[in-house]
């Protein structure tokens, strides 16, 4: 069967279009968030939107995704490989937020997020000149429930930091059947906990929330084949992601 790569799927580079276009709308929102200041006064919009219970939203995000490789004691035994190493790939995030308050400075909130990842695993031998890439190309569908603390409001703005636990399964995945000639096999399901920190901008219609987060996988994902080497010197993966989302709430 013919493997469908994540970048097969949208022939973009979406890479290097995503931050420019998250560096864009951040200048743009910012100027016109200083400009609205001097007309409008100090938390003119945030006292709009402290009046509600709760909002829904869209997410938008860039990610750096990675694994979290531990050897196992058959890496120091083996008389081939020499390394195994994890290798950084970019992917994209859409997602929706539903956001409800809970007092002035705590929120609940459950992201439902469409994720394109990729990640990968670089082995080379002993001799150092031969090199093999496992390539794991994923798309996940994430289920993130967070809570929120954010600080008092200044100027139409607040500072906020986030930790949950987030949910993940990869619809790309058919690791039991496809995988089977490859070098090791990843699971579908993952859990991870995160954390981060934003900044809430109040515009008259819409609040703007750039914020970054880190997610670290609490399983192993690693499905263990006997009969291959390069999954017999591991002893498990976890995953690792780093995302730079742009959140439209309102």
């Given at each position: 069967?013919?493997?469908?790569?994540?970048?097969?799927m949208?022939?973009?580079?979406?890479?290097?279009?995503?931050?420019?276009?998250?560096l864009?709308v951040?200048?743009?929102?910012?100027?016109?968030?200083?400009?609205?200041?001097?007309?409008?006064?100090?938390?003119?919009?945030?006292?709009?939107?402290?009046?509600?219970?709760?909002?829904?939203?869209?997410?938008?995000?860039?990610?750096?995704?990675?694994?979290?490789?531990?050897?196992?004691?058959?890496f120091?035994?083996?008389?081939?490989?020499?390394?195994?190493?994890?290798?950084?790939?970019?992917g994209?995030?859409?997602?929706?937020?539903?956001?409800?308050?809970?007092?002035?400075?705590?929120?609940f909130?459950?992201?439902?997020?469409l994720?394109?990842?990729?990640?990968?695993l670089?082995?080379?031998n002993?001799?150092?000149?031969d090199?093999?890439?496992?390539?794991?190309e994923?798309?996940?569908?994430?289920?993130?429930?967070?809570?929120?603390?954010?600080?008092?409001p200044?100027?139409?703005k607040?500072?906020f930091?986030?930790?949950?636990v987030k949910?993940?399964?990869?619809?790309?995945?058919?690791?039991?059947?496809?995988?089977?000639?490859?070098?090791?096999k990843?699971?579908?399901t993952?859990?991870?906990?995160?954390?981060?920190v934003?900044?809430?901008f109040?515009?008259?219609?819409?609040?703007?929330?750039?914020?970054?987060?880190?997610?670290?996988?609490?399983?192993?994902i690693l499905?263990?084949?006997?009969?291959?080497?390069?999954?017999?010197?591991l002893?498990k993966?976890?995953?690792?992601?780093?995302?730079?989302?742009?959140?439209?709430?309102?």
């Amino acid at each position: 069967m013919r493997t469908t790569h994540v970048r097969n799927m949208f022939d973009i580079h979406w890479n290097k279009i995503i931050p420019s276009l998250v560096l864009l709308v951040c200048i743009l929102m910012m100027s016109t968030q200083v400009e609205a200041q001097f007309k409008k006064g100090a938390n003119y919009n945030y006292k709009e939107f402290s009046k509600k219970p709760y909002y829904f939203g869209i997410t938008l995000g860039y990610n750096k995704s990675n694994f979290r490789v531990y050897h196992s004691e058959e890496f120091i035994l083996n008389d081939s490989i020499r390394s195994a190493k994890s290798i950084t790939g970019p992917g994209f995030n859409l997602g929706i937020v539903t956001n409800l308050k809970v007092g002035d400075y705590f929120d609940f909130r459950l992201l439902p997020t469409l994720s394109f990842a990729e990640r990968n695993l670089e082995y080379s031998n002993v001799k150092g000149k031969d090199q093999s890439t496992r390539k794991v190309e994923s798309v996940f569908v994430e289920i993130p429930f967070h809570v929120r603390l954010k600080s008092a409001p200044y100027r139409d703005k607040r500072v906020f930091l986030i930790a949950g636990v987030k949910y993940g399964f990869d619809v790309a995945s058919d690791s039991k059947a496809r995988q089977a000639n490859e070098l090791v096999k990843i699971s579908p399901t993952d859990f991870t906990v995160e954390y981060g920190v934003g900044v809430q901008f109040f515009f008259p219609f819409f609040i703007l929330s750039p914020e970054f987060k880190v997610s670290q996988g609490i399983s192993n994902i690693l499905l263990r084949n006997p009969d291959l080497e390069e999954s017999n010197v591991l002893d498990k993966v976890l995953s690792r992601t780093f995302t730079f989302s742009l959140h439209f709430e309102g």
